[in-house]
């Protein structure tokens, strides 16, 4: 019923840039809360950062200052803007948005998106 869909990631030096972005697709009601995960090599999945549906915004002490979240409710899309790239920040990003659908429209549920590779070189 509805679909997360990821692009952006790729390869980077570590200083560089990347923009990921997340377009929900489906029956979609309305969105509340976005979010990117992201899950390094051989570690668990962690959040990076969130936003709610008004726009307040939260960040993972290691990426403050570094990355910003957004999202443009006309087209249902959340992105993560990526500046001064580490190593660390190597890892698949997912992003997550709390959909409420035309069907169950009394309740959000979270949906994933499949996620895309980040790889910071040094």
């Known amino acids: 019923q509805v679909q997360l869909v990821e692009s952006g990631g790729g390869l980077v030096q570590a200083g560089g840039s990347l923009r990921l972005s997340c377009t929900a697709s489906g029956i979609i009601f309305s969105i509340n809360s976005m979010a990117w995960y992201r899950q390094p090599p051989g570690k668990e999945r962690e959040l990076v950062a969130d936003?709610?549906?008004?726009?307040?915004?939260n960040y993972a002490d290691s990426v403050k200052g570094r990355f910003t979240i957004s999202r443009d409710n006309a087209k249902n899309t959340v992105y993560l803007q990526m500046n001064s790239l580490k190593p660390e920040d190597t890892g698949v990003y997912y992003c997550a948005a709390d959909i409420k659908t035309y069907t169950d429209y009394h309740r959000a549920i979270r949906s994933w998106g499949q996620g895309t590779q980040v790889t910071v070189s040094s």
């Open positions: 936003i709610t549906g008004g726009g307040s915004t």
